[in-house]
């Protein structure tokens, strides 16, 4: 019998796992693991997809993801059939590399987003690997403690966590050392049912607040809300800016994104943020 089509969303956020055929250690050496991490790099530079967080374990691994321009499932078919292709070149092998097709969940609100980006980076942990998240080198943890501008968007989670930019780091750790609460053991078995039906019920967060809105609601009139988007330095536009940043920021988008939409440098939103 033929597999039902997955349900897939614009603009949609999921936790997807997948794993070796047969349990297999797929990524047992470190060149197998970057050759992943890279082609996340890639899907997210030629496909639009927006990375929260990963982790790459010996025989699978998880992305906490957001869809953009291209569905997941075209996304996916990049990610596996390159991986698939390198490895089996690399072992004079053929065949298929993964476990029947991936398992996506889809992510309805931010705070469950939050506990699956601790979920992910507390794997190594979960597995005996190693004794902190930050001691596990093939995960997106190192993003985080770094306020990394890479390919991972750490703004979400760190806005969500403290509006001082400062304190980032701090309330990150303490965020990853709080025991999670959430009931995460259906995750094996729940993806592929829940992928092909129909979500009900509002998304909440899950779609963020556009940058206009957020500049328009900090009180500005036409004129200087124009002056602002054109880049302009007036003195007297400078709160508005940092009242802009500081909302966006919490609302998840990213510096990066923040900084375009107001022709400012990167750098400066930061200086916003402290």
């Not at 996506?104 to 979920?119: G, M, S």
């Not at 596990?136 to 509006?163: C, E, K, M, V």
Request: proline share 2%.
């Amino acid at each position: 019998m033929a597999r039902k089509p997955r349900m897939e969303y614009e603009d949609a956020v999921y936790h997807v796992i997948n794993r070796g055929n047969n349990q297999e250690n797929i990524f047992e050496q470190d060149q197998e693991k970057l050759c992943l991490i890279r082609l996340l790099e890639k899907v997210v530079k030629v496909d639009g997809a927006e990375i929260f967080a990963y982790v790459v374990m010996i025989n699978h691994y998880h992305i906490a993801m957001r869809t953009c321009m291209e569905p997941l499932s075209k996304i996916m078919h990049r990610i596996n059939s390159h991986y698939s292709r390198y490895y089996n070149e690399k072992h004079r092998r053929t065949g298929h590399v993964f476990q029947g097709r991936y398992k996506a969940i889809p992510i309805q609100d931010d705070n469950y987003l939050l506990a699956v980006i601790r979920y992910i980076h507390n794997n190594p942990i979960r597995a005996g690997l190693c004794s902190g998240v930050e001691n596990y080198t093939w995960s997106s943890d190192a993003h985080y403690r770094q306020h990394s501008t890479g390919f991972i968007n750490t703004d979400l989670l760190l806005g969500s966590l403290t509006n001082n930019y400062q304190n980032a780091l701090y309330e990150y750790d303490a965020f990853m050392k709080q025991e999670d609460k959430m009931d995460h053991s259906n995750i094996n078995r729940m993806g592929e049912k829940v992928c092909n039906e129909e979500i009900d019920g509002d998304r909440k967060n899950i779609f963020r607040r556009p940058l206009n809105e957020i500049l328009l609601a900090t009180g500005i009139d036409q004129q200087g809300y124009g002056e602002i988007i054109q880049g302009q330095r007036r003195r007297e536009l400078i709160p508005y800016k940092v009242f802009y940043a500081q909302e966006a920021f919490k609302a998840g988008h990213s510096i990066k994104e923040i900084s375009r939409f107001i022709n400012i440098s990167e750098t400066a939103v930061r200086k916003y943020l402290k």
